[in-house]
Every structure is written in structure tokens, then in C-alpha cells.
């Protein structure tokens, strides 16, 4: 049980990394004063649940998995800017951030359904960030 509660912790804090690298990249690109406001959003959600997930894992006696991905990384960084090149509108950002968003949610469910021993703690951890991230595609639907 203690395996599954820090692998679900590390995969919602590996997610909330992710998002935030992303969110740092595509800042910069957001004209759009609206489009901008959600990204910040969405960055302040990553990185409070990227925290409360390393303080989870510390009590656990484990040690978030910080700044071990720079393969990852460089792909999604070299996957924004090809993605950007072309059109950088705030409907084509909004796609994007849906899609990556639509893979973190899928990932992390995955990882919910195939550790059903972890404890409550660890869970709800996951499920309030699996909400957040759908609150989030719901409001990107309306930049569209």
C-alpha cells in the first residue's frame, strides 16, 4: 500500500510539472488578455498541486522526482514551438492545452485504476487534481 500511495503521488506530481513547464512556455506566446488569465490559472493549480503532492511524498519518506525528465521536457518544449509556429492564436493555444490537458487526465486515471490499495489521502489528492484538470478543458472550450 505504501508503494501504490507514492506512486500515485509521484504521477500527479510528475502531471503538475508537466503542466507547468507547459504553461511557462506557451506564456510568453498569449497575446490574448483572457487566454492569458487561464494559463496563469491553470500555472497557479500546478504548482500548488505539484507542492501539496512533494509534502505528501516527504511525510511518506519519499522525495518528489524533481527535474528528472529533460528528455521529456525538450519533447515538449520542441512540440510547442513547432505546434506555434504557424498559428499562435488563442484558439489554436486552447486545442493544444486541451489535448495535453486530455493526456495528463488519461494518464493519471490510468494510474488511479491500476493502484486501488492506496489510501484515501493519496487518492483524493488525484481525483481533486482529475477535476481541476476537466475544470480547466471546460473553461479552455470557451476560448475556442
Known amino acids: 500500500m505504501h508503494g501504490e500511495n507514492t506512486e500515485i503521488l509521484t504521477e500527479v506530481y510528475k502531471a503538475s510539472e508537466m503542466g507547468l513547464a507547459a504553461t511557462e512556455i506557451l506564456l510568453p506566446k498569449v497575446q ?3 487566454m492569458r488569465r487561464q494559463i496563469q490559472s ?3 493549480t500546478y504548482v500548488s498541486t505539484a ?7 516527504q511525510k511518506k519518506g519519499a522525495a518528489p522526482d524533481a527535474g528528472k525528465r529533460p528528455v521529456q521536457k525538450a519533447m515538449l518544449w520542441g512540440s510547442i514551438q513547432m505546434n506555434t509556429l504557424a498559428d499562435s492564436s488563442s484558439q489554436h493555444i486552447a486545442e493544444m492545452m486541451i ?3 486530455t493526456m495528463g487526465i488519461v494518464d493519471l486515471q ?3 485504476n491500476e493502484l486501488p490499495k492506496a489510501d484515501s489521502d493519496s487518492r483524493r489528492i488525484a481525483e481533486n487534481f482529475l477535476k481541476d484538470q476537466q475544470q ?3 473553461e479552455l472550450k470557451h476560448l475556442l
Do not use: S, V
Not at 507542492?51 to 511524498?57: C, E, N, S, T
Open 32 to 34: 490574448d488578455a483572457k
Open 51 to 57: 507542492g501539496k503532492a512533494a509534502r505528501m511524498l
Open 42 to 44: 491553470q500555472r497557479q
Open 110 to 112: 490510468k494510474r488511479l
Open 99 to 101: 489535448q495535453g490537458t
Open 136 to 138: 480547466t478543458i471546460d
